[in-house]
């Protein structure tokens, strides 16, 4: 049997450090855990928040009613083939570092994402070219109305750009307990985005490497990019206060493109604005150089909350900021970017509780 507690504080359950107290809350160390505590909560009429390592939870000041359900299943497994199911709470980068160090290839450039496994599909997390779509197999999940377990192949999951269907059509009916990569035994690893491409292509252990130790490599590069953004968590960098990237690259097309490029010109800027192919007449947009040539800075503080020192897309806790302070600079950033480009940035984050 779960044991429900009462009132307690989240604020340190959240990478941001920022938020009020869950009415109720229990740890889950299995399914049959996740699918009592759904049976408590669904006997008294309580709404269940999930929460993984609250990397990408905003959490309201005023807490959360009902029961937060925090996710600790363990454990994984791996095939000779490439098979890993990993259990929804075993913490991501220790899964990432493991695969690594067995050789498995797919995963290396996702190195550094705070979080746990079970978290990753729910955004289709992704980083230096690499997403979990592109390894996932499966997601094991329970539906919280009927506690019925599902399997979601690949396909079921309908991937996008830091999206699924458990975060929109389907946003807080499934919990997911377990999910399972096929990475692979036998491919070199190859980096994809140019920042990392520039940093191997200078190592000279790069060019004498085999493929086990490419693969180790690139996860050493990785982490140090990171770091150097602050995007790793770290005690002793402020700037790792935070939830990673506040702001998604927002989806733009050849209109709206083109005007981008128009008032690039006309403000002069420095660099040319950044845009990816997303598909027909689609682009997106980097909202970091969006964010820059609004006038926005990294270090800028409003209130006491405060754009990283050393990326512009994430905003920080330096010390005693509420949910309600990020708030507000993250409006003042949107509002910012919506003046100069006529684009509306969307919060990546995912907000927890009362309004
Ligand atoms: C320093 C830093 C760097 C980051 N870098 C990246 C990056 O490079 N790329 C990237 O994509 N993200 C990045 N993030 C964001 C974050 O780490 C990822 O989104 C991560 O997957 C969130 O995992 P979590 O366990 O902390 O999720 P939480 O914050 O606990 O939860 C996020 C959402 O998923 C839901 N959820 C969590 N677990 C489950 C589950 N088992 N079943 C159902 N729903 C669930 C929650 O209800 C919530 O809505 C970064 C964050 C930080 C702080």
């Known amino acids: 049997m779960v044991t429900i507690k009462e009132n307690i504080s989240l604020k340190n359950l959240s990478t941001i450090k920022t938020g009020g107290a869950a009415k109720y809350f229990v740890i889950c160390k299995n399914e049959r855990d996740i699918i009592d505590a759904l049976q408590h909560a669904n006997a008294r009429s309580l709404p269940v928040t999930v929460l993984g390592g609250g990397s990408n939870s905003l959490i309201s000041d005023s807490g959360v009613d009902g029961l937060v359900l925090k996710v600790e299943l363990d454990g994984y497994t791996l095939s000779e083939s490439g098979l890993a199911v990993a259990a929804a709470g075993v913490s991501w980068d220790f899964f990432v570092a493991e695969m690594c160090r067995q050789s498995m290839s797919g995963i290396e450039s996702l190195s550094g994402i705070p ?92 060019h004498q490497s085999d493929r086990e130790e490419k693969i180790l490599l690139l996860r050493e590069h990785v982490l140090k990019i990171r770091s150097g953004k602050g995007m790793v968590l770290d005690p002793s960098d402020q700037d790792s206060v935070s939830l990673g990237s506040f702001f998604m ?107």
Not at 127 to 136: D, F, K, L, M
Not at 166 to 173: A, P, R, T, V, Y
Not at 261 to 275: I, Q, R
Request: hydrophobic letters at 35%; proline letters at 5%.
């Open 115 to 206: 979080g746990l496994v079970g978290a990753t599909p729910i955004q289709n997390v992704g980083a230096y070219g690499q997403e979990v779509s592109e390894t996932i197999q499966s997601v094991r999940a329970i539906n919280r109305t009927n506690f019925q377990t599902k399997i979601f192949s690949n396909k079921d999951c309908q991937f996008a750009y830091r999206n699924s269907r458990f975060k929109s059509q389907e946003k807080d009916q499934w919990i997911v307990t377990e999910v399972s990569f096929q990475l692979n035994p036998k491919t070199e690893p190859t980096p994809k985005y140019e920042e990392l491409k520039r940093a191997v292509a200078i190592d000279p252990r790069w």
């Open 249 to 355: 690259n927002p989806i733009v097309d050849d209109w709206m493109k083109h005007l981008i490029e128009a008032k690039a010109t006309e403000l002069n800027t420095s660099t040319s604005p950044v845009f990816h192919k997303a598909g027909d007449n689609l682009w997106k947009a980097s909202a970091a150089w969006l964010i820059e040539n609004s006038g926005i800075k990294k270090g800028f503080t409003l209130g006491a909350a405060k754009i990283s020192s050393k990326h512009v897309l994430a905003i920080t806790n330096p010390g005693d900021a509420t949910t309600s302070d990020i708030l507000k600079l993250q409006l003042y950033v949107e509002d910012a970017v919506d003046k100069m480009f006529k684009v509306r940035l969307e919060r990546e984050p995912l907000f927890l509780g009362r309004p």
